[in-house]
């Protein structure tokens, strides 16, 4: 198994780079295909029908820049979220292609928005599409569950 960098559990955050030697950290608040993962009902940009449903389900996670180099995941398109995505900036995500196939109809999805919620909720914008994940240490099968990210410190 190929080590690509180190991923700490959000509460464990701290200077992981300089105390590992790491070429990659980043902190998240739950791991893919782990047992504390966070979901939510997810609606295609222009749906106007809320019902529970009609929501595509899709698991969620905070994580900090660098986050899937450090995992050893390939950004496919799009951008990874810097330093300067924050409460301040507007809504977005990074999901994975499986969401873009699922939720934004279209493989290369960056700049298309969708919603969390019904239309009280602003939408979000896609500006990355990384390739499903691979469950290296169980199984080599993909992650096919539609999944995104968001910058810690923005809450959907």
């Not at 509460?11 to 590992?20: E, F, H, I, P, Y």
């Not at 029908?49 to 995941?73: N, Q």
């Not at 999805?109 to 919620?117: H, K, Q």
Request: hydrophobic share 40%; with cysteine.
């Amino acid at each position: 198994m190929q080590i690509h960098g180190v991923v700490v559990r959000l509460a464990s955050s701290c200077n992981v780079t300089m105390l590992l030697s790491t070429s990659a950290a980043a902190f998240a608040d739950s791991f893919p295909l782990g047992v504390d993962q966070s979901s939510s009902g997810t609606f295609r940009y222009g749906e106007t029908d809320f019902r529970a449903s009609k929501a595509i389900r899709v698991s969620h996670y905070d994580i900090s820049p660098g986050y899937f180099r450090a995992i050893g995941t390939r950004l496919l398109a799009g951008r990874d979220f810097t330093w300067h995505d924050d409460a301040k900036s507007p809504l977005t995500a990074i999901v994975n292609q499986t969401f873009a196939r699922k939720v934004l109809g279209n493989q290369n999805g960056v700049g298309l928005y969708y919603r969390v919620g019904d239309l009280k909720q602003p939408p979000v914008q896609v500006i990355g599409i990384v390739e499903d994940m691979v469950d290296r240490w169980r199984t080599t099968a993909r992650l096919s569950m539609p999944a995104l990210w968001q910058a810690h410190g923005i809450a959907l």
